[in-house]
């Protein structure tokens, strides 16, 4: 390889260190996890929950469950680009067609603290292959809530419940719109996501995830 070459490869692997997603062992070329982790990630059927057809990448736990953690909790946002060609893998298989992509806005304090919304890194991966415009400011989070992790179905849903606001009235009139996240869990932030776009307008909502709980 001429010198070029290979300076050039150390740029890219200095930028996107090739890494398990899940564990960090080594791995080559486009590969998002290691062969044995790989081998652990279940599917997760296509479903419908609050009038959203949901589309994960997987099921939620082991390796996809690590690699979205490390995501959202261990500074790891490099981890969007391999969670991500996962979540084009899907929004094709899916033949998803939206006007629109919008990620699931975290508060502004929320944004502070980790420095970075998992879910508009992941809506990046995937704009191109939907063919969809990315908006970053229409739906937002007017209110912080603590974590949702321990948390029951009821609890999760109070929780969240006018967490959601749209700027600008009907700004999604008749628009198919694709939200993305990180997980979907009961579909709480789902649901309370798509009735403030419902409410705006939107004609229909699909969610892409990269993994649901089961
Ligand atoms: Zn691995």
Redesign the pocket.
């Known amino acids: 390889m001429a010198i070029q070459g290979q300076v050039f490869s150390a740029i890219l692997d200095l930028l996107s260190p090739p890494g398990?997603?899940?564990?960090?062992?080594p791995?080559g070329g486009r590969f998002v996890?290691?062969?044995?982790?790989?081998e652990a990630v279940l599917e997760s059927p296509r479903t419908r929950v609050a009038g959203v057809e949901v589309v994960a990448a997987g099921a939620y736990g082991g390796?996809l469950g690590d690699a979205v953690r490390r995501l959202k909790f261990s500074d790891r946002p490099d981890l969007a680009r391999p969670l991500g060609e996962l979540l084009r893998t899907a929004a094709l298989r899916s033949r998803l067609k939206p006007d629109l992509v919008v990620p699931v806005p975290l508060h502004p304090g929320r944004l502070i603290e980790r420095g970075y919304n998992q879910a508009a890194l992941l809506a990046r991966r995937v704009v191109r292959t939907v063919a969809a415009p990315l908006d970053l400011d229409g739906l937002v989070r007017i209110r912080s809530n603590g974590p949702q992790t321990n948390l029951n179905a009821a609890a999760r849903a109070a929780n969240v419940r006018g967490a959601f606001h749209v700027r600008g009235r009907l700004a999604f009139a008749g628009l198919h719109v694709l939200l993305v996240d990180d997980v979907v869990t009961t579909g709480a932030t789902l649901s309370a996501c798509a009735t403030a776009l419902f409410a705006a307008g939107a004609a229909t909502v699909a969610m892409l995830a990269v993994a649901r709980v089961e």
């Open positions: 398990c997603a899940a564990c960090d062992a791995i996890f290691c062969q044995a982790c790989a390796p």
